[in-house]
Nanobody, 115 residues
Framework: QVQLVESGGGLVQPGGSLRLSCAASGFTFSSYAMSWVRQAPGKGLEWVSGINKSGVTSYADFVKGRFTISRDNAKNTLYLQMNSLKPEDTAVYYC?????????WGQGTQVTVSS
């Protein structure tokens, strides 16, 4: 079955960086677009970034220029490099199969930006 396992979250100070990883299994990773979606405390889901199977990327305006999505198809792994983090980036970050039409979701990893 499809498994998406996120890692790399944690506590970081404003202005700091984190890199999230998502290990995928149970499907042909290279054939799927993938996304990162987040949910801040008490708020709804927000799409953060997506990458298609050809490596074309897209970002929400609120992370553009700060976050970079990438994938390593040989390792079946999706990444999200997050720089210049702000307190408002505090959320649970989910790795999601698909881009506009979402399939399976990971369990999420908590990112907390605080001094």
């Amino acid at each position: 079955q499809v498994q998406l396992v996120e890692s790399g979250g944690g506590l970081v100070q404003p202005g700091g960086s984190l890199r999230l990883s998502c290990a995928a299994s149970g499907f042909t990773f290279s054939s799927y677009a993938m996304s990162w979606v987040r949910q801040a405390p008490g708020k709804g889901l927000e799409w953060v970034s997506g990458i298609n199977k050809s490596g074309v990327t897209s970002y929400a305006d609120f992370v553009k220029g700060r976050f970079t999505i990438s994938r390593d198809n040989a390792k079946n792994t999706l990444y999200l490099q997050m720089n210049s983090l702000k307190p408002e980036d505090t959320a649970v970050y989910y790795c999601v199969q698909g881009w506009s039409n979402f399939g399976s979701w990971g369990q999420g990893t908590q990112v907390t930006v605080s001094s």
